[in-house]
């Protein structure tokens, strides 16, 4: 096993990549400007697995590089230790928050923000939920209901569905399809509570969102 660094893991990821499996990756970026090694998906979670011990602060250089498979490394190192019986879940939200400017794509957000955020928020205040659903920034808006997932897991429903009020409107599908996601899961715990907020809002939904949501009273 090499040394545990931000070096190592783009050597590992360089050693795998294609410019076939570059193409694949591109295509679904919504920034040209990213740079793409051309690693399976697959194929970069294995690595982040075999690096998932390395230091925060690796993490951390890994979160600054403009390569997106780098930062799928980072956060998918972050979710796995999240998992983990006695993990330091401060830290790792702490460094999530940190550097959520870094977390910049769809699928980045949905690896790690459940449990990197939302985890760690179960038994705490929600302030910073709201406060990023409040934001200008599409991503940091997605990242305030897709870490809610975690919270709906758990059954309490009352701050998700705050949000999903926040959001029900919101202009960027991007955000919107996983407000159709929480719903769909608010409404497998307690279908009344989402035939109540459809009655009320579910005009305010992209009709994708609002199938997704009302998939759960099928």
């Known amino acids: 096993m090499p040394e545990p660094t931000a070096a190592a893991v783009r050597a590992r990821l360089e050693a795998a990549a294609s410019v076939d499996e570059a193409v694949r990756t591109r295509k679904r970026l919504t920034d040209d400007r990213?740079?793409?090694?051309?690693?399976?998906m697959g194929t970069v979670f294995d690595i982040a697995k075999d690096f998932e011990r390395m230091p925060l602060a690796e993490v951390d250089r890994l979160l600054d590089s403009d390569a997106y498979e780098l930062r799928m490394v980072a956060v998918s190192i972050l979710d796995f230790r999240a998992r983990r019986k006695g993990a330091d879940r401060q830290a790792l939200y702490e460094l999530w928050m940190r550097r959520i400017d870094r977390i910049d794509t769809w699928d980045l957000i949905d690896r790690s923000a459940p449990r990197v955020i939302g985890w760690y928020l179960l038994d705490r205040p929600r302030d910073v939920l709201f406060e990023l659903a409040r934001s200008t920034d599409r991503w940091h808006r997605r990242a305030a209901i897709t870490a809610?997932?975690?919270?709906?897991?758990?059954?309490?429903?009352?701050?998700?569905?705050?949000?999903c009020e926040l959001l029900a409107a919101d202009p960027e599908a991007?955000?919107?399809?996983?407000?159709?996601?929480?719903?769909?899961?608010?409404?497998?715990i307690d279908p009344g509570r989402l035939e109540q907020f459809l009655a009320r809002r579910g005009a305010d939904l992209t009709a994708h969102a609002r199938r997704t949501a009302r998939s759960a009273l099928i």
Do not use: H, K, S
Not at 34 to 40: A, D, H, L, N, P
């Open 174 to 188: 991007y955000v919107q399809n996983n407000v159709g996601v929480a719903l769909r899961e608010i409404g497998r």
């Open 34 to 40: 990213t740079e793409v090694i051309g690693v399976r």
């Open 148 to 163: 809610a997932f975690w919270i709906i897991r758990a059954g309490d429903l009352d701050d998700p569905l705050a949000l």
